[in-house]
């Protein structure tokens, strides 16, 4: 049986590439699932948006982890996972990849690079970590992935363009 990181690189690595549906909570993934989506992205913006807060780091860990595995049960297609910054440091890093990683589905997760207070990617005032800080934080990423589930695929992203203060482009539509 193919593993959900599996499956995400072979959706992935498809030409035509894959688009992983947002949703909100459980109800609207399995809505996703029976539309026929084949991988569904869980946000921290929606996460926290479904519980009327703004997504500038005030959800936790906890439950951020909690919001996914109503989520990861919900479907048996791959998920990808936001996870902020990893919700601290680099042992924060492990102990949030350790409890994701042991829920179903999980394909992917991605961490940024902001300084806590993290914000939303499309709001002004970001800071991004010294480059080695941010770097170690992935290495325990990685570690952590490959004693777990080597096959679930982390995504590493930036926000260093707009925190230096790049400029949106309209016809790019975004700051990227």
Known sequence: MINAGQRF??????????????????????MAE????????????????????????????????????????????????????????????????????????????????QRYPKRCGHIKGKEVLPRREFLGKLRAAIDTRDKIDPNCKIIARTDAFSAAGGNRDESAGGDI
């Open 9 to 30: 690189g072979e959706l992935v690595a498809r030409p035509q590439g894959l688009f992983a549906y947002g949703v909100y909570d459980a109800m609207s993934a399995k």
């Open 34 to 113: 029976l539309a026929g989506h084949e991988a569904i992205y869980v946000g921290g913006y929606a996460a926290a948006g479904s519980r009327m807060l703004p997504d500038m780091g005030i959800l936790t860990a906890t439950e951020m982890l909690d919001h996914v595995k109503f989520i990861a049960q919900a479907v048996s297609v791959p998920l990808m996972v936001d996870i902020d910054d990893g919700y601290g440091n680099a042992n924060n890093v492990i102990r949030t990849i350790s409890e994701l990683l042991s829920l179903p589905n999980i394909g992917a997760f991605h961490i940024e690079d």
